[in-house]
C-alpha cells in the first residue's frame, strides 16, 4: 500500500465524468517523465529494481481523473498479491462504474484513493455471487 504522507493522491480538478469517459482520455493526459518516476522511487526508499518488480502507478487512475502530480505517483510492487495488476482491475471496474452512470466520479476517486483494496475484495464477492467484477477500458 501507498504511505499517504508520499502518496495522499491528486485529481485534475477540472476533470468530469463525460470527459474520463472518452476513449482515448487516459492516453491523452498521461505524462509522467522518468526523472518523476525516480523521484518516486526515492521518496519511497527504492534505490534498485528489476523490471516488472513495480509499476509507477497513479494512486488515482488517469481514467479516474487522477493527475501526473508526484502527490499521485507511488511505486506499486507486483507481488505479494494483490499488486498493481489486482489494482489496475480496480481502476477498470471503477471505470465501468462510473461510466455506466452507477457511481459518481468524486466517489470513485475517494474509494480508489482511501482503500482500493476493500474494492477490491468486494469485486471478488461480486463475481462469487455471479455480477461482473471487470469494466472497459
Not at 103 to 129: C, E, F, N, P
Request: aromatic share 8%; net charge neutral.
Amino acid at each position: 500500500m501507498q504511505d499517504k504522507q508520499c502518496t495522499p493522491g491528486a485529481i485534475f480538478p477540472n476533470a468530469t465524468a463525460k470527459q474520463i469517459c472518452k476513449s482515448g482520455y487516459s492516453k491523452s493526459v498521461r505524462n509522467v517523465p522518468v526523472s518523476v518516476k525516480n523521484e518516486a522511487y526515492s521518496e519511497y526508499g527504492i534505490t534498485h529494481h528489476t523490471t516488472g518488480q513495480y509499476e509507477v502507478d497513479h494512486l488515482i487512475s488517469l481514467e479516474l481523473g487522477g493527475s501526473n502530480d508526484i502527490a499521485n505517483l507511488w511505486p506499486e510492487a507486483a507481488s505479494p498479491k494483490p499488486g498493481f495488476h489486482q489494482k489496475d482491475a480496480v481502476e477498470n471496474y471503477l471505470h465501468s462504474q462510473v461510466c455506466s452512470g452507477k457511481m459518481d466520479l468524486r466517489t470513485a476517486q475517494t474509494k480508489i484513493a482511501t482503500d482500493w483494496l476493500s474494492v477490491y475484495k468486494q469485486m471478488g464477492s461480486l463475481s462469487s455471487s455471479g455480477g461482473s467484477s471487470t469494466g472497459s477500458e
